[in-house]
Nanobody, 124 residues
Framework: QVQLVESGGGSVQAGGSLRLACDVS????????MGWFRQAPGKEREAVAT????????YYTDSVKGRFTISQDNSKKSIYLQMNSLKTEDTAMYYCAAGVLDCFAKVADTRTSWGQGTQVTVSS
């Protein structure tokens, strides 16, 4: 059973930075896509960034390009999301995902495994 545990969320002022981490266990596929998604109150969940394991190819949604960086540590089987120049609109619950269906399109499906989420709040 795949388990994902996120950490690193918190509250920051606009323009600040946060780094999210996701520890993955039980993921036995040798190749696959992992990523970060987020959901703001009253909105649908949206993809933020994905990374293809273990090649390291990355894909970002337009609103975070140039500000967020997704990375991986193959030895630890962990993924990270460095978030810089945070904006109030980045406020959301952030979820780590493993087994994302389509890395390029950043699409999950029913077989995707999810973490419990970590809250990111950006104030003006």
């Amino acid at each position: 059973q795949v388990q994902l545990v996120e950490s690193g969320g918190g509250s920051v002022q606009a323009g600040g930075s946060l780094r999210l981490a996701c520890d993955v266990s039980g993921y036995t596929d040798r190749r696959g896509c992992m990523g970060w998604f987020r959901q703001a109150p009253g909105k649908e969940r949206e993809a933020v960034a994905t990374i293809y394991w273990p090649d390291g190819n990355t894909y970002y949604t337009d609103s975070v390009k140039g500000r967020f960086t997704i990375s991986q540590d193959n030895s630890k089987k962990s993924i990270y999301l460095q978030m810089n120049s945070l904006k109030t609109e980045d406020t959301a619950m952030y979820y780590c995902a493993a087994g994302v269906l389509d890395c390029f399109a950043k699409v999950a499906d029913t077989r995707t495994s999810w973490g419990q989420g970590t809250q990111v709040t950006v104030s003006s």
